[in-house]
């Protein structure tokens, strides 16, 4: 069974930081660029991070330059470091790579 798990979620005080994983199994996930989305209450699901499978990223302007998305190919792993968080960045968070999606994983930041 192909699949992504995020982990690494909780809840954190504004000005805080914390680190998302996404496991994938049962595909090589190398081969896919990999991307972090999250849906706030209320709101559309958004593209926050892209790393391509070369490597290069792209982020949403609301995240640049607090966020950033690395992946272990080795591991099968996409991460979403998150610094300097604040409550516009509450949201379920969700990695997704070729027809994949994880099942999402609480955030909270608590101002």
């Known amino acids: 069974q192909v699949r992504l798990v995020e982990s690494g979620g909780g809840l954190v005080q504004a000005g805080g930081s914390l680190r998302l994983s996404c496991l994938g199994s049962?595909?090589?996930?190398?081969?896919?660029?990999m991307r972090w989305y999250r849906q706030a209450p209320g709101k559309q699901r958004e593209l926050v991070a892209t790393?391509?499978?070369?490597?290069?990223?792209n982020y949403a302007d609301s995240v640049k330059g607090r966020f950033t998305i690395s992946r272990d190919n080795a591991k099968n792993t996409v991460y979403l470091q998150m610094n300097s968080l604040n409550s516009e960045d509450t949201a379920v968070y969700y990695c997704?790579?070729?027809?994949?999606w994880g099942q999402g994983i609480q955030v909270t930041v608590s101002s």
């Open positions: 997704q790579a070729a027809w994949i």
């Open positions: 049962g595909r090589d996930f190398s081969i896919n660029d």
């Open positions: 790393i391509t499978s070369g490597g290069s990223t």
